[in-house]
C-alpha cells in the first residue's frame, strides 16, 4: 500500500530513485483505499474510481501482511502513520505483520516510546539500507548517513521491539575500497545486529551518477569472483545474535543462506568452493542479473 513516492534521501549516487524527490499521498487518499480493499476483500465490490492494481493483488493477499510503499513509507508524519495503521487494524484485525522501508534518518527523527506505538499497530518489520559500513564509501555514494548514525538508528528499532532487516552492495566501494568495503561493512552489521541481512550485488543504474562514473572510467568496477570473495570476508567477520543472512537477491552472483552464526561454516565452505574452482557456471549469467 503506497504512503509515499520516490525517497526522501534521493542523492545516493547508485540508487533508481536517484533524483526523484519524494511526495506524500494525501491522508484521505490511503484511508480510501483502505475502505475499498476492505470491501473488496469482504464483499467482493469493485469501485471503479480505484486502481485496478489493487485488486489485482488483492485477489492473491491472505490478509496477514502488508506493505507500507514506496522508498521509506517511515518518513509519512508521524500522526497521519498512525491513524493509517489504526485504520488497517480496524479493518483487518487478522493482520499479523505490517512492513516499511526505512532511512536511518526516518528511524532517528522518532523517539523509541513512538517507534514502540508504531509496533503495537503491528509495523514490526522495517527494512533499512546500510549498503557499506565504510563512512568514506557512504560519503562518496551521498547516502546522507555515517555508519555511527546506522548503528543508532537499528539500536533504536531493536529496543523498540521492531524486527530489523539491513541489506549491504557488494562491489560497492569498486577495486580501490574493496577490502575496506568487506571489512567495515562486516564491522557495522555486528554492531547493529539485526534479525536479517540481505546482500545484493551493485548494479549500474543509467541516469545515476555512479553509472556515469562507470562509463567514463572513474569507478572501476570489482569482478564476480571479487564479489564473491567480499561476500566472504562479511560472513566471516560478522558476529551476530542471530541473524538470518542471504544473498538470494537476484542482483546475486552466487545465492548462500543461512542462520549466523549457526551456519557460518556450511556458508564459508559453500563460497571457498566456488572461489577456488573459479569456475564462471557457478555464477548467475549478467543477463538475469536485476534490481
Request: aromatic content about 10%; glycine content about 6%.
Amino acid at each position: 500500500m503506497p504512503l509515499t513516492r520516490g525517497c526522501s534521501n534521493h542523492s545516493c549516487t547508485f540508487c533508481n530513485y536517484y533524483g526523484q524527490k519524494l511526495s506524500l499521498r494525501d491522508l484521505e487518499d490511503a484511508l480510501k483505499e483502505i475502505d475499498a480493499l476492505y470491501m473488496f476483500k469482504k464483499y467482493g465490490i469493485v469501485f471503479s474510481e480505484i486502481d485496478s492494481i489493487v485488486y489485482y493483488l488483492a485477489s492473491e493477499w491472505d490478509g496477514k501482511r502488508i506493505f507500507l510503499q514506496d522508498g521509506d513509507a517511515l518518513v509519512y508524519p508521524y500522526d497521519r502513520l498512525v491513524k493509517v495503521l489504526e485504520y488497517l487494524n480496524e479493518k483487518f484485525p487478522e493482520l499479523e505483520r505490517i512492513g516499511a522501508y526505512a532511512t536511518p534518518q526516518d528511524i532517528l527523527r522518532r523517539s523509541v516510546e513512538e517507534l514502540r506505538r508504531l509496533k503495537e499497530l503491528k509495523l514490526s518489520i522495517l527494512y533499512v539500507g546500510l549498503e557499506s559500513g565504510s563512512d568514506e564509501i557512504l560519503r562518496e555514494v551521498k547516502k546522507g548517513v555515517t555508519s555511527s548514525q546506522m548503528i543508532e538508528a537499528a539500536k533504536r528499532v531493536k529496543e523498540a521491539g521492531i524486527t530489523l532487516s539491513v541489506t549491504l552492495i557488494l562491489g560497492l566501494g569498486g577495486v580501490e575500497k574493496s577490502e575496506e568495503h568487506a571489512y567495515k561493512t562486516a564491522e557495522v552489521l555486528s554492531q547493529m545486529d539485526p534479525e536479517y541481512a540481505g546482500a545484493l550485488t551493485l548494479l549500474f543504474v543509467p541516469g545515476t551518477p555512479l553509472y556515469r562514473d562507470w562509463k567514463e572510467g572513474r569507478f572501476k568496477p570489482i569482478d564476480p569472483f571479487r564479489s564473491l570473495e567480499e561476500l566472504k570476508i562479511i560472513v566471516e567477520n560478522s558476529n551476530f545474535t542471530n541473524c538470518f543472512f542471504s544473498s538470494m537477491h537476484a542482483s546475486n552472483y552466487v545465492a548462500i543462506r543461512g542462520f549466523l552464526p549457526k551456519d557460518k561454516e556450511k556458508m564459508l565452505k559453500q563460497l571457498d568452493n566456488i572461489l577456488r574452482q573459479k569456475d564462471t557456471s557457478f555464477l548467475r549469467p549478467e543477463f538475469l542479473r536485476a534490481l
